[in-house]
C-alpha cells in the first residue's frame, strides 16, 4: 500500500471532475470511475488503483490512494449519487491491476443486458459463483457506470469484464477453444431435460436483453438454446435477467459439484 500524500481540502476542479464520472463518455476519456462506500471502495482497491479518496468529516482508515481529500457533510452529498451518501467515495483507474489468466471452464456473456442494477447484480453473483471473466457485447451497459459499481459491492475488482464483438468472440471460442455456447430462450430445451450443461467441458453461457432476449447474431452462434421452466402456473412470461443468471450459473455449479469425487 502506498501512504497517503499530504491531506488538502477539495477543490472546485477536482469536485467537477468527480461529478463528469457520472457520465460514460468522460469516464472512457479520463480512465477513471467512482466508487462509494468504505467496504465496496475496500473491495475495488484489490483490484484496481485508487487516485483519490474522499471522506467526511473523519480520520481516513484506508489507504492505498495517490491522494487524499477530506469534505463536509454538504460537500459529500452533492458528489453523492446515494440516497443517504456514506463516509466515503473513491476514484480508481479503470484500467484493472494486472490479474491471473483466466482456466475456468465457465464463461458469461451478455448480449444487451442494459440496466444498471441487473447488470451489477450479475457481475455480482459471477464472483460468488466463481465465474471470473464475462464477455459483454458492446451494446451492454457499462461496468463502470457508478450504478453498476454500486450493485456489484466491489465484486468487480475480482474479474475481467471484457466489451467486444459478441458474435464473432461466441464463434472463435466455440471453433478455436472447443467451448459449447449456450443461451437462454423462451424456445429452448428444458434446462432439466437438457444435456446441455452437462455434456460441455468448457462451457460459454449467454443471457440476452431485458426485453429482446437474444439477437439474432448471437443466436446463431448457439450450439443449443436452453429453457427455464416455471412451476405450476406462471402469469409473467420471464423472470428477471440477474435472477435467470443466477439459476443457469447455480445448476451448472450443480451439475458439475455433484460429478466431482472428493
Same mark, same amino acid.
Given at each position: 500500500?502506498?501512504?497517503?500524500?499530504?491531506?488538502?481540502? @477539495?477543490?472546485?476542479?477536482?469536485?467537477?471532475?468527480?461529478?463528469? @464520472?457520472? /457520465?460514460?463518455?468522460?469516464?472512457?476519456?479520463?480512465?477513471?470511475?467512482?466508487?462509494?462506500?468504505?467496504?465496496?471502495?475496500?473491495?475495488?482497491?484489490?483490484?484496481? =488503483?485508487?487516485? @483519490?479518496?474522499?471522506?467526511?468529516? +473523519?480520520?481516513?482508515? *484506508?489507504?492505498?490512494?495517490?491522494? *487524499?481529500? /477530506?469534505?463536509?457533510?454538504? +460537500?459529500?452529498?452533492? !458528489?453523492? !449519487?446515494?440516497?443517504?451518501?456514506?463516509?466515503?467515495?473513491?476514484?480508481?483507474? %479503470?484500467a484493472p491491476v494486472r490479474r491471473a489468466e483466466n482456466t475456468d471452464s465457465l464463461i458469461l456473456a451478455l448480449d444487451g443486458v442494459q440496466d444498471p442494477g441487473n447488470m451489477g447484480t450479475i457481475l455480482r453473483t459471477c464472483d460468488w459463483m466463481g465465474v471470473s471473466q464475462v464477455l459483454c457485447s458492446r451494446q451492454t451497459a457499462d461496468c463502470f457506470a457508478p450504478k453498476v459499481v454500486q450493485a456489484t459491492m466491489g465484486a468487480l475488482a475480482h474479474l475481467t469484464v471484457t466489451y467486444t464483438d459478441l458474435?464473432?468472440? !461466441?464463434?472463435?471460442?466455440?471453433?478455436?477453444?472447443?467451448?459449447?455456447?449456450?443461451?437462454?430462450?423462451?424456445?429452448?430445451? =428444458?434446462?432439466? +431435460? %437438457?444435456?446441455?450443461?452437462?455434456?460441455?467441458?468448457?462451457?460459454?453461457?449467454?443471457?440476452?436483453?431485458?426485453? &429482446?432476449? *437474444?439477437?439474432?447474431?448471437?443466436? +446463431?452462434?448457439? =450450439?443449443?438454446? *436452453?429453457?427455464?421452466?416455471?412451476?405450476?402456473? %406462471?402469469?409473467?412470461?420471464?423472470? &428477471?435477467?440477474?435472477?435467470?443468471?443466477?439459476?443457469?450459473?447455480?445448476?451448472?455449479?450443480?451439475?458439475? %459439484?455433484?460429478?466431482?469425487? @472428493?
Amino acid at each position: 500500500m502506498t501512504p497517503f500524500l499530504q491531506e488538502m481540502p @477539495l477543490t472546485r476542479a477536482e469536485s467537477k471532475w468527480i461529478s463528469r @464520472l457520472r /457520465q460514460k463518455k468522460y469516464r472512457d476519456e479520463t480512465g477513471c470511475f467512482m466508487a462509494e462506500g468504505r467496504k465496496c471502495i475496500e473491495e475495488l482497491a484489490a483490484g484496481f =488503483d485508487g487516485r @483519490l479518496l474522499v471522506v467526511r468529516d +473523519q480520520a481516513p482508515d *484506508l489507504e492505498g490512494f495517490a491522494s *487524499l481529500r /477530506q469534505v463536509t457533510a454538504r +460537500q459529500m452529498a452533492e !458528489l453523492s !449519487l446515494l440516497t443517504t451518501p456514506t463516509d466515503y467515495l473513491a476514484v480508481f483507474l %479503470s484500467a484493472p491491476v494486472r490479474r491471473a489468466e483466466n482456466t475456468d471452464s465457465l464463461i458469461l456473456a451478455l448480449d444487451g443486458v442494459q440496466d444498471p442494477g441487473n447488470m451489477g447484480t450479475i457481475l455480482r453473483t459471477c464472483d460468488w459463483m466463481g465465474v471470473s471473466q464475462v464477455l459483454c457485447s458492446r451494446q451492454t451497459a457499462d461496468c463502470f457506470a457508478p450504478k453498476v459499481v454500486q450493485a456489484t459491492m466491489g465484486a468487480l475488482a475480482h474479474l475481467t469484464v471484457t466489451y467486444t464483438d459478441l458474435p464473432e468472440t !461466441l464463434c472463435q471460442l466455440r471453433s478455436e477453444q472447443g467451448y459449447a455456447v449456450l443461451g437462454t430462450t423462451l424456445e429452448g430445451h =428444458d434446462i432439466y +431435460q %437438457s444435456a446441455a450443461l452437462a455434456d460441455a467441458e468448457k462451457v460459454v453461457l449467454v443471457m440476452g436483453n431485458e426485453g &429482446n432476449g *437474444l439477437t439474432p447474431a448471437v443466436r +446463431q452462434c448457439l =450450439d443449443e438454446q *436452453l429453457f427455464l421452466p416455471a412451476y405450476g402456473v %406462471s402469469h409473467v412470461e420471464s423472470l &428477471n435477467v440477474a435472477v435467470a443468471t443466477a439459476w443457469v450459473l447455480a445448476e451448472y455449479r450443480r451439475i458439475h %459439484s455433484s460429478a466431482i469425487t @472428493l
